[in-house]
């Protein structure tokens, strides 16, 4: 597992010889951040996880930063997040808001359909957020549940993967151990 991840992730020296990120060597170049092992990257899925479900294009730029904060691989928290597209996200952001109306009964009883993209983007996000305000306290408190909730998962998830990753790589080891 680690093999294969690892063919797709940038190398330390490559981000350290990278000019455009010269200015952020001190923070970005922190060996955790880019280190493969079952603390970081359990850390990193969770991150990814959770950042997911931010709206709008920020996303990454969350999961970066929790990256960062919390000292866990980088790329891979930046690429879990890529869990939420144009086909997930309104199921996610659906799950999320029954959740909240089960967490907070008598809310939202009022279910109005997204907004459809027609004209410029920044229109198209200012009636989203509309949508989203009209929907409130449910969408609100169910969002932050649902990506705790599979900010947890996907964390006992990875633990449990790299666990299994590691016991078999043990009996490998050992079979093909002279004795």
């Known amino acids: 597992m680690r093999k294969h991840l690892r063919k797709y992730l940038p190398d330390h020296t490559a981000v350290h010889d990278n000019k455009w990120l010269a200015p952020f060597a001190d923070t970005l170049l922190h060996p ?34 929790c990256a960062l904060v919390f000292r866990v691989n980088l790329p891979l928290a930046l690429f879990t997040t890529l869990y939420t597209n144009p086909l997930t996200i309104v199921p996610l952001y659906v799950v999320a808001f029954e959740l909240g109306k089960w967490v907070l009964p008598g ?71 002279p004795e």
Not at 39 to 65: D, K, N, R, T, Y
Request: proline share 5%; glycine share 10%.
């Open 32 to 65: 955790r951040l880019w280190h493969l092992n079952r603390h970081s990257a359990a850390g990193a899925v969770a991150v990814g996880l959770f950042c997911g479900l931010i709206p709008g294009p920020f996303q990454m730029l969350g999961a970066a930063i």
């Open 107 to 177: 809310e939202g009883e009022v279910f109005v359909a997204p907004p459809d993209y027609a004209g410029s983007l920044f229109g198209w996000v200012e009636a989203l957020v509309s949508w989203m305000l009209q929907l409130g306290k449910p969408l609100a408190v169910g969002l932050v549940l649902l990506a705790a909730l599979l900010s947890v998962a996907g964390y006992l998830a990875m633990r449990l993967a790299y666990r299994i990753y590691l016991v078999r790589a043990w009996r490998h080891r050992t079979q093909r151990r």
